[in-house]
């Protein structure tokens, strides 16, 4: 999955040649997943139909200040347009264009929602090779990098003129990973790396029987998602789940047994920055797991069941830099019992359920969670659903690490 998932995208198209390349743009951003609306000038409509665009948006292109449908006129509102996109890209952006940019001038619809936008514009000229050096394009360009504009630089090549040079607009290509990258290098997880462990672990009785127990791993692949969505590169150790995740920076690694999750965990712990380890791992499992289905001879039977590693309290033992966090389900005197885990394990922060709570605990899709710091610092959080507890999880980490 690409960071511009789930983002609004409103492309401004201007009058250029390389209009024509909007079109697979438009593609390569829906293909990302995400939502996209088209304003064109006038102008542009010379060089690729609005039609076009609005099939391949799957929404209206608009073009003028109103719409004029039988006798009834529709007003296209710019603030609205501009407040609506999260992310702003105008390509190809004439020399024309970026002049009125530059100077505030907003004589089409375009124009305008540039200016009432709050939201990060990307600018991909366009144009013959002598007007993108001449000083006043150049003075334009400056300008709008001062207005804290992204410009995503013209290529070199044959240009419509017959030219040839610099001023081709970037491929549509370039400008999306262009625009991923700068999204990449803002997140405050960039470059960070994260262990995360999700769902049950099941202890095996025999080739058809576990141990196991009801947490579903929503908790954790919520972590993971959030982690992603920061710019973290995240180790997903997953025990069974049906859980699903799909992001490019997510790697899941799937294990059914404590003793595979904590080899797992092992593996990548000594290169992450961060682990979070979430998983309810079975504290105990079978001394001997037998080779063959267990038949019922007796009435009764007993296991005998030994610890499993405690994975969590492993990291513990040899972290270094690492900034580790573990989890707490307890149902009586819970805030001294969590206080008591995160200092034998070792932890930098605890995250503690009660089931006394509604709502709280690995079944529901919803948690109600108290933070606690190695300083013994408590937040208490309200009851919410997994993925802003999740949020709420990071927000106290990246307090704690990277203030
Ligand atoms: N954990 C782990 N490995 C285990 C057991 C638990 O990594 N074998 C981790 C869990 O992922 C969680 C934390 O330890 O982050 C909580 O474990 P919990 O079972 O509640 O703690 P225990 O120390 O086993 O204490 P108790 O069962 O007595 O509450």
Not at 58 to 79: A, G, I
Not at 146 to 173: K, Q, T
Not at 232 to 252: D, K, W
Not at 365 to 385: C, Q, Y
């Amino acid at each position: 999955m690409s960071v511009l998932s789930g983002k609004k995208i409103l492309l401004g198209v201007t009058a250029g040649i390389a209009a024509y390349k909007t079109a697979y743009l438009v593609r390569l951003f829906i293909k990302a997943g995400a939502e996209v609306q088209v304003i064109m000038t006038p102008a542009a409509k010379d060089f690729v139909t609005p039609l076009t665009l609005s099939t391949l948006s799957k929404n209206p292109v608009h073009s003028t200040f109103y719409d004029k449908k039988d006798d009834n006129e529709t007003w296209n509102n710019h603030v609205d347009l501009g407040l609506w996109a999260d992310l702003f890209i105008i390509a190809p952006a004439t020399a024309n264009t970026l002049s009125k940019m530059s100077d505030g001038i907003c004589d089409n619809l375009l124009l305008a929602t540039y200016l009432s936008a709050k939201c990060k514009v990307y600018i991909a000229p366009a144009m013959d090779l002598d007007m993108y050096k001449h000083p006043s394009t150049l003075k334009n360009l400056t300008t709008l990098v001062s207005y804290g504009n992204r410009i995503i630089p013209a290529e070199s090549g044959e240009l419509a003129s017959g030219l040839v040079g610099e001023g081709r607009m970037a491929e549509p290509e370039r400008i999306v990973s262009f625009i991923e990258q700068d999204l990449l290098d803002g997140l405050p997880l960039h470059h960070k790396k994260i262990l995360i462990t999700a769902g049950p672990t099941y202890e095996a009785i025999d080739p058809v029987r576990f141990i196991g127990n009801h947490s579903s791993g929503k908790m954790g692949f919520e972590l993971a998602k959030v982690a992603a969505k920061l710019g973290a590169e995240v180790y997903l150790v997953s025990g069974p789940s049906n859980e699903t995740v799909n992001h490019t920076l997510i790697h899941r690694i799937d294990v059914v047994s404590a003793e595979e999750m904590y080899s797992a965990c092992h593996q990548y712990f000594e290169t992450v920055d961060i682990a979070i380890l979430s998983a309810a791992v079975a504290d105990f499992k079978p001394s001997e797991v037998a080779a063959q289905k267990i038949k019922k001879k007796s009435a009764t039977m007993s296991l005998e069941l030994v610890p499993t590693k405690d994975i969590l309290a492993s990291l513990g033992a040899i972290k270094q830099s690492q900034f580790l966090v573990g989890f707490a389900l307890e149902t009586n005197d819970e805030v001294a019992n969590a206080t008591a885990k995160l200092e034998r394990k070792n932890l930098d922060m605890i995250v503690l359920n009660s089931l006394q709570d509604k709502g709280a605990g690995f079944k529901n899709s919803t948690n109600k969670v108290t933070i606690i710091h190695a300083d013994k610092r408590m937040v208490i959080f309200e009851l919410k659903s997994k993925t802003y507890v999740a949020e709420d999880i990071f927000n106290e980490i990246l307090n704690e690490k990277y203030a």
